[in-house]
């Protein structure tokens, strides 16, 4: 059975003091997590070691740097590779955020590379996916987010592939409080499980979650949640604050 899964991706927020209030406030209002309902933390990269120490024990809430380099050592400087991300006591990583496209220009290739090294390094890898708004205007989103899975994750194995959560994340949606309708959402997801099942077979397709984002927050989550292709969300905004984000994990356990 796929999991559902809500990720909070707290981007370049909050410091050291703040990241433990806010983990002490979501642990304090945790609902019994499952192994089919979970919850990931991916806060910055300082945080994760406090992080990791408050989370040890908990079961079904796990870790995640924001990202993490493509190869596995050396001289580059300023970068952090897989190993030390899975050292720290952290599970996962988020590869390919519409952020680092953007602003770092991470290009398909080398988010290939990425995800690799992720996943040799004993990481589930969150891969993100989505389009800009000229692009939902033209109504080409679809062949363009297919461009993006194909050329960040077909270079896997169906075994490797069983490692990874897509998250579908339209560029117009995040942080701008403009959510994709149920529909909309629902819509891509199913065509994304198709470009998965045409490569891999319907049973890894139907194994992978795929997660929402953009401007999800309690007050829409139970809706996209409901959906039969959207198996949770990766939050941004409404993940800095415990009671938001424990609304939307609370979406999560009531879908
Ligand atoms: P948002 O961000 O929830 O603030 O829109 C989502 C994301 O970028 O992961």
Redesign the pocket.
């Known amino acids: 059975m796929r999991k559902k899964i809500v990720a909070a991706?707290w981007?370049m927020n909050l410091n050291l003091e703040e990241g433990k209030s806010l983990v002490d406030g979501i642990l304090a209002g945790l609902p019994a997590l499952t192994e089919t309902k979970q919850v990931v933390i991916a806060p910055p990269f300082v945080h994760l070691a406090q992080t990791a120490q408050q989370l040890q024990g908990k079961a079904n809430i796990t870790l995640a740097a924001q990202n993490c380099y493509s190869e596995a050592s050396g001289a580059y400087t300023g970068e952090i590779s897989a190993s030390m991300v899975k050292s720290v006591g952290a599970g996962n990583v988020i590869i390919g955020?519409?952020?680092r496209r953007e602003y770092f220009k991470e290009s398909d290739a080398l988010l290939a590379k990425k995800t690799s090294q992720a996943l040799e390094n004993g990481l589930r890898v969150i891969f993100?996916c989505g389009e800009p708004l000229e692009i939902r205007d033209a109504d080409t989103q679809n062949e363009f987010v297919e461009a993006q899975i194909k050329a960040g994750l077909f270079h896997l194995t169906a075994e490797e592939l069983k490692n990874v959560v897509i998250?579908y994340?339209p560029i117009w949606?995040?942080?701008?409080g403009r959510t994709a309708s149920s529909q909309q959402a629902q819509d891509m997801h199913a065509h994304i499980r198709n470009v998965v099942a045409a490569q891999y077979g319907k049973e890894v397709a139907d194994d992978t979650s795929i997660l929402y984002?953009?401007?999800?927050?309690p007050s829409n989550a139970a809706e996209l949640f409901s959906c039969p292709d959207v198996d949770g969300g990766?939050?941004?905004?409404?993940?800095l604050k415990a009671d938001e984000f424990l609304g939307i994990i609370n979406a999560m356990m009531s879908c």
């Open positions: 991706n981007k955020h519409s952020e993100c998250a994340e949606a995040i942080g701008t984002g953009g401007s999800c927050k990766l939050i941004g905004g409404a993940s």
